[in-house]
């Protein structure tokens, strides 16, 4: 058993004890784990008191839009204002027609496509009628029977796109009978080659 404390003792070696550092860092709140003071005065603590500090740190919280960019990535393109990559099916022939339109124009693909749309726009409703309706009591079909894209191989087209010029292409389409994405770009591809002789 300790001695009791004298009056007027001096207690400075008492607070400088291994004993005494240890009961001092073994003293928490209640709710959380004590962490070693100092461990690199012990260094064979070093390794159980990071592992105390990674415990006792709660985890870092995760915003709501940080939760759904996790679970959809295409949200984070277009809160950037990001573009990304649209992929469409052409005949080799109207690729190669494609590259020389852009070339004299001096703009990419993409920049030429979307003038050529802008500038079809009305025009697209004579190209694409909607379905013809039926002579019996069957529904209406939901959609106009698919064109031909054309003969020969074919070859993919990417246009950078944002979100939002996406939706108004994909908007134009659904107003027109639901066509084929890549018969679609093919077609203004078409039409604004026409235009452009």
Known sequence: MNAPCEPGRD??????????RALRSDTAPIGQKPVPADPAQDPADSERHK????????PPRQTPRSKAAHRNPALVVAAAGGKRGTIAYLP??????????????????TEWFLDQFDALYDQLA????????????????AKAPRRRVGLGPSTMLQLRLTGEELAAIDERRAQLGGPSRSEFVTRIIELGIERAT
Do not use: H, M
């Not at 592992?51 to 709660?58: I, L």
């Not at 080799?92 to 693909?109: I, S």
């Not at 009628?129 to 209406?140: E, G, K, N, V, Y």
């Open 92 to 109: 080799a022939e109207v690729k190669a027609r494609l590259e020389v339109a852009a070339r004299d124009a001096a703009q990419t693909y």
């Open 126 to 141: 004579e190209e694409f009628t909607p379905p013809p309706p039926r002579r019996s009591p069957l529904p209406t079909r």
């Open 11 to 20: 207690l400075s070696a008492l607070k400088k004890s291994p004993g005494i």
């Open 51 to 58: 592992k105390a500090q990674a415990e006792a740190s709660p």
